[in-house]
């Protein structure tokens, strides 16, 4: 036997509104012996306290002469969220027997014939156990909710801690030597980078730097950049030399790391990208090696831009892989870029093919990069980035951008080894998940 409330908007100070004399006429035509218990309530003390009295209610009777406006909508809502079925009787209406006057609220006007009445409140109470189902899976489907949103808190958490401890594997300071000053571009397309960079003072000659993509994303790339970064080495112990180290070659360092990463597999093949080179500050003669990377482009003062091409595959892929060198004297005003894949897709530009359907250009990236050529370096680098920020996607960066400026000349007397690092960083914003 279910319940059926009956909700008046007599005044509460008056006490309990008592049952209408038509509600018997009504229920003499039920059909069956499962004739529901009938209990009343007033309007404001069921909006008072609507947990106590809609707890049990299977189908609830709404005869109202002037309700507030307010509290229609009110206890239209409360019936709702619960899922319980109602009628709506009120003097002024002027809906139809059976039309629905919100979801889950059924007109019925007062003076209604009481058979065509019982048979439409009959039919409503008939669907009590499905609507009974309806909660259990509704609260099964809340409790469930709130765990994945704690495990999501959690993951959120850790993603945070992972980018953070990333961003301390990054060099805090960048240093200067002789002409030489480095400016850096670094933008995550998430938490966590596949993206790692680093630039330092080999000797008081020597400069290393290089621009590392491990290939994928998220967590699994994050981890490759910092095994990547420790694993990279840029000198060697020699006693017998006066200084006691030998500073080892782009080409030799990339070897060194490609057959470091191979040995380290089980099974499952992860690889990457990178560009290593080191910069002689006596003379300014750098030498540089790739592993699959984009070519590094220097630019010089009106000349064509010219690109480093020596060869070399990606790292953990060939154990026996020769990674090539190139040297190049560079003079005051170079810029010299290495950079990730990402920029490919930073500056889409459709355009038509032959078969009429449209493709998307990827050389843009090239022109944007000719303005780093010239002027303050840092300001370049900025006006880059907000041109970054110009372009369709922006908001939902496909992949992670990352560029390392080594300039000769420009800036660099005013620079400290002790000043922060000249980097453009964003920082990746949280998931609306």
């Not at 060099?171 to 960079?197: C, E, M, N, T, W």
């Not at 064509?304 to 595959?313: F, S, Y």
């Amino acid at each position: 036997m279910g319940q059926l409330l009956l909700i008046r908007d007599t005044d509460p100070a008056n006490g309990a509104p008592p049952t209408p004399a038509g509600i018997d006429k009504v229920l003499s035509h039920w059909r069956g012996s499962d004739r529901p218990r009938v209990e009343t309530a007033c309007l404001q003390n069921v909006l008072q306290d609507p947990a106590s009295h809609l707890s049990a209610v299977e189908a609830a009777w709404l005869l109202l002469d002037r309700p507030a406006a307010g509290d229609l909508f009110e206890i239209v809502g409360e019936l709702q969220d619960r899922q319980i079925p109602a009628l709506i009787s009120r003097p002024n209406g002027n809906e139809l027997l059976g039309q629905s006057y919100q979801e889950g609220i059924v007109a019925c006007p007062p003076g209604t014939d009481p058979e065509r009445a019982c048979a439409v409140l009959q039919t409503l109470m008939s669907q009590a156990p499905a609507i009974a189902m309806l909660r259990r899976e509704r609260r099964m489907l809340r409790a469930q909710n709130t765990g994945l949103c704690e495990q999501i808190g959690k993951l959120d958490e850790e993603l945070r801690m992972a980018a953070q401890l990333q961003r301390e594997f990054l060099p805090q300071k960048l240093p200067d030597l002789g002409d030489a000053s480095f400016h850096v571009l670094y933008r995550p397309a998430g938490y966590v980078s596949g993206d790692i960079y680093d630039a330092m003072r080999l000797d008081e000659h020597h400069l290393g730097f290089f621009v590392a993509d491990a290939v994928g994303h998220g967590v699994p790339a994050a981890l490759m950049t910092i095994y990547i970064k420790r694993s990279l080495r840029s000198k060697r112990i020699t006693p017998e030399t006066a200084s006691g180290y030998t500073i080892i070659p782009p080409g030799e360092a990339l070897a060194r790391l490609n057959a470091d990463m191979i040995s380290h597999q089980s099974g499952k093949v992860r690889f990457a990208t990178a560009c290593y080179g080191v910069l002689d500050t006596r003379d300014n003669t750098m030498t540089i090696a790739r592993a699959g990377h984009p070519f590094p482009m220097l630019l010089r003062d009106n000349e064509e831009v010219q690109t480093l091409e020596p060869e070399g595959g990606l790292l953990g892929v060939f154990p026996d892989e020769v990674f090539e060198e190139t040297t190049v004297q560079l003079k005051a005003g170079d810029r010299l870029l290495i950079y990730s894949d990402g920029f490919e897709c930073a500056f889409p530009d459709e355009e038509v093919g032959r078969n009429g359907k449209r493709r998307v250009a990827n050389e843009n990236y090239a022109e944007e990069f000719l303005a780093l050529g010239s002027g303050d370096p840092s300001v370049a680098i900025q006006r880059l980035e907000d041109r970054l920020d110009t372009q369709a996607g922006s908001l939902n960066q496909k992949d992670d951008l990352t560029i390392v400026c080594l300039s000769i000349g420009h800036n660099a007397a005013d620079l400290t080894q002790d000043e922060p690092a000249q980097r453009t960083e964003r920082l990746p914003k949280p998931n609306a998940a």
